[in-house]
């Protein structure tokens, strides 16, 4: 028997029905999250509000309730199902957090990590050891019965400690922040408080199964050196390397399939190594940023349309379709959860001020990294559902961490566009502005001129618009040749 035959009899096909309703599911997640986005952007928030509220109405938390027979024929308790959707989500995550990765400007990186690593090691700090205490001060209820007292008030902490990429590059985008020197500052930070961040899990999950040793601790620590070891030297060569050739064919198509082999693989290695797999698309990211291929942005800028309009508000929906705030009715459980999510915002703002402080950043400009950093999102819902598999939280418990996950990336917007207005513009954010909109295949919106799109003549337009794309690339091209020259990339 052929092996083509002997695969044909081993592997059954996606049934009917299945493939039925996954398209049905995708169809209903994505048109609710387009329409609820746009609500909300309307409403001055971000789109990923309106996202996340679609999963959550068409989840248990809603539509269960109020159309039993339809939730449970849309949205089965059928784990491929469920795995089909989670499949698609994690391949628009990768590529969000890639293009979020790309960004990131090294010369800030390289000009203000100290800082960065000030704030974040000062935040770190505050927000564990507020973390733990919290663990300790929770009632019995809230922690199962097996689980060592100790390990627990751990967890939560470390549940504490994280910020979300995702979510933060997602508000920064969305807000038009994302060039600004403190919208970086804010990217670095929340980098590296994601890396000490699952350090720590692993640590974590070490002490609930096999407890902790020197192996147990020096694991993740020395699979984190080899990333950085990787990105430093044959990671940066490949990722330049690969998109000079893809650039090389003149082929958009080209391009666009190299940079989404390099995030997926990178988030592979990365997963293999016991870390999650969107930190390895982050940092890849941030290489393919800084490849210096002059023309790499306007060639991207249909993946990055297609990232935000149907995969990344696919993936924050099916966010919210996990969740189920019908757990939070007990109102001794709200009280907890609402004491929990005071605590975990004063923590995160409190440190940032002080880290800030001992940074010598400007008031304005701590202000606005609080309310970066202490976006959770998606990040914490994944750290909470480990502590789920490892019998570390309580149905409960996990619905006051996955809330505290959604309410604090909404309050983020309000207070980054109160700081932001009193921080000024520098002549290098513009520099950045003007690569991030050609990206985006928004370059001829003029950067930091506003109303010179009316300004200009109708007859003019192509003639503008030419203008200002030459503009953006060449800005883009000088913005690159710095990052190369941060990274010691030289021709």
Known sequence: MSPVSLAAETVDPLPQHTLLVFLLQIGSLLLLATVLGRLARRCG???????????????PSVLLHTAPGLSGWLFPRDPTQMHLLDAVGQIGVLLLVGFTGMHLDLHVVRTRGGKAAVVSAVDLMVT??????????????????????????????????????PVI????????????????????????????????????????????????????????????????????????????????????GTTIAATVILLV???????ALGFEAVFGAFLCGILI????????????????????SFLSPLYFALAGLRIDLTTLAHWDIALWGLVALALAVLAKYLGGFVGSTFARLGRWEALALG???????????????????LGLLTTAMYSIIVLIAILTPLMAPPVLRFAMKRIEHTAEEELRERRVLALQG?????????????????????????????????????LAERERAALGLHE
């Open 371 to 389: 309310a970066g950093i202490n976006a959770r999102g998606v990040i914490q819902v994944v750290i909470a559902v480990v502590g789920v598999r």
């Open 442 to 478: 928004d370059a001829g919106a003029g950067a930091g001129t506003p109303g010179a799109e009316a300004a200009a003549p109708a007859s003019g337009s192509a003639s503008a618009s030419a203008s200002a794309s030459a503009s953006a690339s060449a800005s883009a091209s000088a």
């Open 45 to 59: 928030l971000p789109t990923i509000v309106g996202e996340l509220a679609s999963g959550v109405l068409l989840g």
């Open 169 to 252: 590059g997602r508000v920064l985008v969305d807000m038009k922040l994302i060039h600004r020197n403190v919208g970086q500052l804010i990217l670095v930070v929340g980098t590296i408080d994601d890396a000490v961040g699952w350090l720590m899990v692993s640590v974590v999950t070490a002490l609930a199964t096999t407890g902790v040793g020197a192996h147990e601790i020096a694991t993740p620590l020395w699979h984190l050196a080899v990333v950085v070891l990787v990105l430093l030297t044959v990671g940066r060569r490949t990722v330049r390397w690969v998109m000079r050739r893809a650039a090389a064919t003149g082929s958009r």
């Open 128 to 165: 564990l050891g507020l973390g733990v205490w919290l663990g300790y001060a929770l009632p019995g209820r809230l922690r199962p019965p097996d689980a060592d007292p100790a390990v627990f008030a751990w967890f939560v902490g470390v549940a504490m400690c994280v910020s979300s990429i």
């Open 265 to 271: 693989l990178s988030g592979a290695g990365v997963q």
């Open 289 to 308: 940023g800084s490849s210096g291929v002059d023309t790499q942005a306007a060639k991207l800028e249909p993946l990055n349309a297609t990232v935000l």
